[in-house]
């Protein structure tokens, strides 16, 4: 079973979410700006990726650069921030198991299968 933390109005999280239904794979799907994220899910994503909770951030979204830019926290900090502003996660975000990719470009999802 793969899941994928969709944005509907995302051109690359809909492209990943179809090259997973061409593949004819069950995909459960999470709405992240309906459904965000908990802070213990959001890390667990980060270990998943292998990547630090800033990582995940959209860092060219206009919330990030009025707010966010410039300034240090530490990954519990960005993990909050996140939680609190999910359209700031980098989309989509794609797990099986205990590993995770993120589909940019679209392609990368196929690592999973």
């Known amino acids: 079973m793969l899941t994928i933390y969709h944005n509907t109005r995302c051109s690359k999280s809909r492209q990943a979410l179809d ?10 799907v999470i709405e992240y700006l309906k459904t965000p ?15 630090k909770p800033e990582d995940l951030v959209r860092k060219q ?4 650069k009025e707010k966010f830019a410039g300034k240090v926290y530490t990954d ?4 909050a921030i996140l939680v609190a502003n999910p359209s700031l996660i980098e989309r989509p975000i794609v797990v099986k198991g205990d590993k995770a990719v993120i589909g940019r470009p679209p392609e990368n999802v196929l690592a999973l299968l």
């Open 19 to 28: 090259l997973l239904q061409q593949e004819n794979r069950e995909v459960q």
């Open 37 to 51: 994220p908990t802070a213990a899910e959001l890390q667990s994503l980060a270990q998943k990726l292998h990547l």
């Open 61 to 64: 979204e206009k919330l990030f």
């Open 76 to 79: 519990e900090e960005w993990v």
